[in-house]
């Protein structure tokens, strides 16, 4: 072997050995970024935006607001859930994609921010306001509300607070958990992002669907007067799968506070067809809405006469 080839040899060596600590470096630096960078800078800017909200709960809710819209005027909202890190600006702008990737001050992020579906054009005063947020694996954003699947967790934190200058009640009691698909494969899509409804008839039977599809019955009544608030997320069960939370907002002079000898798990929720070809068992088989309710099987429904 000649001494040149040899030397050409150990180049090649060489170039392949710094090639792959490169790689290695950079792919290191990479998973460094999402698993230690990203999340504290997300946790930072949390923290820094609740200092600002919670610094004088004295003052009144708008004040309050208006220090929170000099730093983004899309600031609607404020969302809390005890006993979870949720607890975080809510923000609405026209582009329905916008704050899937940018943060409360509008900078670059792939936590983004809790956000208003564009589609409610009445904002906080939409019948049905409907909210989205990540699900991200560190726990933040809206990672916890899969966690109320579970009958003590949901016992544990039964209710929601959301502020905003508009609202004088700010809590909310839990009364649907679900899952459900977004795509027709895994079976018939059902529309839980309703905002409007035509009529009482309409909203209640929206409920209804909630109430079969919920993994957990809370035993909070609803009436045709009630607002609601929807929590949004991403879940792995399957591809583009969703898991939402979903409470109605406290009556004035109602307690706030929740039974939560009433809650308890539901026994054959409603789940898309994808989840029995998987898990097995049988797709139960609910009445409509109009037969259940002169059937007497909706003892939830309050100051509402059908018939």
């Known amino acids: 072997m000649s001494y ?126 409907l909210l989205h947020g990540h699900h991200m694996k560190d726990g933040q954003m809206f990672a916890a509300i899969l966690k109320f699947s579970d009958v003590d967790f949901c016992k544990a934190c039964p209710t929601i607070t959301f502020e905003s200058p508009e609202c004088y009640e700010n809590k909310w009691k839990i009364f649907s958990i679900f899952k459900t698909n977004t795509k027709p494969e895994h079976g018939q899509i059902f529309n839980y992002l309703a905002f409007s409804f035509g009529d009482d008839r309409s909203f209640l039977n929206y409920i209804y669907q909630l109430k079969i599809r919920s993994l957990v019955d809370t035993g909070v009544d609803i009436s045709p007067d009630d607002q609601i608030i929807t929590l949004s997320t991403c879940s792995y069960e399957f591809d583009d799968f969703r898991t939402v939370l979903v409470a109605r907002k406290v009556r004035i002079n109602e307690d706030k506070n929740v039974d939560l000898n009433k809650i308890k798990a539901n026994d054959n929720p409603l789940m898309p067809e994808c989840w029995y070809k998987k898990y097995g068992g049988e797709i139960p088989k609910y009445d409509d809405f109009e037969y259940a309710y002169k059937t007497g099987k909706l003892d939830w429904v309050k100051d509402y006469k059908l018939y």
Request: aromatic residues 12%.
């Open 4 to 129: 040149g080839s040899e030397k050409m040899k150990k180049s090649i060596r060489k170039f392949v050995f710094f090639s792959l600590a490169i790689v290695f470096f950079m792919s290191l630096s990479a998973l460094t970024k999402l698993t230690v960078v990203d999340p504290y800078i997300n946790r930072e800017s949390n923290e820094k935006v609740q200092t600002l909200y919670y610094k004088d709960t004295d003052i009144a809710l708008k004040k309050r607001f208006e220090e929170l819209e000099t730093i983004n005027s899309d600031i609607k909202g404020w969302i809390k859930i005890e006993n979870t890190v949720i607890d975080y600006p809510v923000v609405q702008s026209d582009n329905p994609t916008f704050y899937l990737e940018h943060d409360y001050e509008k900078n670059k992020s792939r936590y983004g921010s809790i956000f208003i579906d564009s589609n409610c054009k009445d904002g906080v005063k939409s019948k049905n306001i």
